[in-house]
């Protein structure tokens, strides 16, 4: 295990020295995490509302993007006080989960000495290191640290049965579904797979029942996101963008083109050449005895269904719309490099030991291919990846602030390009003077005359409520999506607040009762002897 730990640290080396790896979505998760960080400090555990994007006319991108990777984050910053030093911290140590989920799971299925192995592939894995330091897939490269443990419960649940089984395949899962979305949808069908593939049929009744109680139980821990998600998915500018094929899955298939023109499916194409060139040992498996090969047979069931899914093959499969809305096939690639790093390393021991029957240039070839993919990952994964030091890392984090959102996450009444304001609040000649204004609770008077509408710099979303003297006020939004208030003709204090409905006061008592009751079954119990 330690071994497997400091491998991981040694692949985040190259961003301790030079700096955190940077690409646009850098500055998109930073754009979330400052104000998210901001909000816990101020004793808002779970913020609703970012308040400082779009020029502070604000968006409801909280209530849609899993919150998993900014509590971490957030938690570092609290402990260290250095955004920096946080986010060095932070993705090391995810670098670390992702070794020892695959150790765990390995552990399943391999000797001790081979798991130890499987760390250490995943964490030098081709796509598991793009996903850092050159794409800034930061909350999917999280979310694959977090999978494995996921793939590591379900295949004790399935071998074992146990109760602490069953807490742990619902506490990974639950952290998976609050940390990345579409990894979540692969991570769901692939596990479902798996389980398939890895049941004892014997007691298969018994052993769905508890994976089912598990994957249960998980989905009301993480109720407090995906409740509030769904609910209000109707909301958001998602439906409504114009159509981008950048982002669109029919054309995002591994080996579905080789033009340049497209970069992503072109350098998701060698990424996954490379992926397959590392686990060139695994041809040594096919003169395994099917005794030995048993224990791998639902390792690799997993991983050739992942490659299909990759690729046009699967085309079929991907008419249903919750794997539509992942955008990416080649995301499968995260899959495929958890699975290929435990057949890899199930081979290597064939690989080195003496064995008249293997012929030498056999050997050479796997390890000359090998050796192609461990250089190609370190020369351009790594090293062409662009570096930022504290100086520059910081400059970034200040030209953050107040940045426009995608139109993704725009409400559906809003305009990227909303009428100017001058002033917190406009209400047509009547003098208004702003009391206190924080992301969710604001307050200002108004003079009395003519009964108008007031034009608050704000985004109108439903959960917007202005009272005066106790009374609700009308509220909708302008033509260009801002936020109107209809004020009396007497002189009126106004109290602006974003309340949280019901449903997500309820989801959230359901997610601290599920964890609580994880955390129940996780306790051993001793057996009178």
């Known amino acids: 295990m330690a071994f497997v730990v400091g491998v991981s640290i040694l692949a985040m080396a190259p961003m301790m020295v030079f700096g955190v790896p940077s690409n646009l979505d850098l500055s998109n998760h930073f754009r979330f995490a400052l104000p998210f960080h901001d909000a816990l400090a101020a004793g808002n555990v779970y913020a609703g509302w970012l308040a400082e994007s779009n020029a502070g006319y604000g968006d409801p991108s909280f209530r849609f993007y899993p919150p998993g990777l900014y509590y971490l984050l957030s938690l570092f910053k609290f402990a260290t006080g250095d955004w920096y030093v946080a986010t060095i911290l932070a993705f090391t140590l995810i670098s670390v989960i992702g070794g020892l989920g695959m150790y765990l799971w390995a552990r399943s299925v391999l000797s001790d000495s081979q798991a130890m192995w499987v760390g250490a592939i995943y964490a030098f894995a081709p796509y598991h290191l793009n996903q850092l330091y050159q794409a800034t897939l930061l909350a999917e490269w999280a979310a694959s640290s977090v999978l494995p443990f996921v793939f590591a419960f379900v295949d004790r649940v399935c071998t074992h049965g146990r109760r602490r089984d069953v807490a742990g395949l619902a506490a990974s899962y639950a952290v998976l579904v609050l940390t990345h979305v579409p990894l979540t949808v692969i991570g769901s069908v692939a596990l479902l797979v798996y389980a398939l593939a890895r049941i004892h049929w014997q007691r298969g009744v018994q052993t769905v029942l508890k994976l089912s109680a598990g994957a249960a139980l998980g989905l009301c821990a993480s109720s407090i996101y995906w409740v509030t998600t769904i609910s209000e998915l109707k909301w958001i500018g998602l439906n409504d963008v114009a159509h981008d094929n950048s982002v669109d899955y029919r054309f995002n298939f591994l080996f579905s083109t080789f033009s340049p023109d497209y970069l992503n499916v072109w350098w998701m194409n060698i990424l996954a050449v490379m992926t397959l060139l590392l686990t060139a040992p695994v041809i040594l498996l096919l003169r395994r005895a099917k005794s030995e090969q048993q224990s791998l047979r639902s390792v690799a069931v997993l991983t050739v269904f992942a490659v299909f899914m990759a690729v046009p093959l699967s085309r079929p499969v991907w008419m249903l719309r919750p794997l539509q809305e992942t955008q990416f096939p080649w995301r499968w ?148 999506g801002v936020l109107l208030i209809s004020l009396p003709a007497n002189a009126a204090t106004v109290d602006l607040a974003f309340e949280e409905p019901r449903r997500s006061r309820v989801s959230a008592v359901a997610s601290f009762a599920a964890f609580a009751f994880i955390g129940v079954l996780a306790i051993p119990l001793r057996r009178k002897q």
């Not at 080195?352 to 020369?379: C, P, Y």
């Not at 890392?393 to 725009?410: E, H, M, N, P």
């Not at 003077?433 to 003079?447: G, L």
């Open 333 to 480: 690639l995260a899959v495929i490099s958890m699975g290929a790093a435990i057949l890899t390393a199930a081979a290597i021991p064939r690989l080195i030991q003496a064995d008249e029957n293997s012929a030498r240039i056999k050997r050479l070839v796997i390890v000359g291919a090998m050796s192609i993919a461990v250089v190609f990952t370190l020369s351009h994964v790594v090293r062409e990846a662009k570096f930022l030091p504290p100086a520059d890392f910081q400059k970034t984090l200040a030209k953050v602030r107040g940045t426009s959102s995608i139109d993704y996450w725009l409400p559906v009444w809003a305009s990227s390009t909303a009428q100017p304001m001058a002033e917190q609040v406009e209400a047509a000649g009547r003098s208004v003077s702003v009391e206190s204004w924080t992301p969710e609770n604001r307050r200002f008077r108004v003079a009395a005359g003519e009964a108008i509408e007031a034009r608050v710099r704000t985004f109108y979303y439903p959960h917007w409520k202005a009272r005066s003297a106790g009374q609700l006020l009308n509220t909708r939004p302008d033509k260009d």
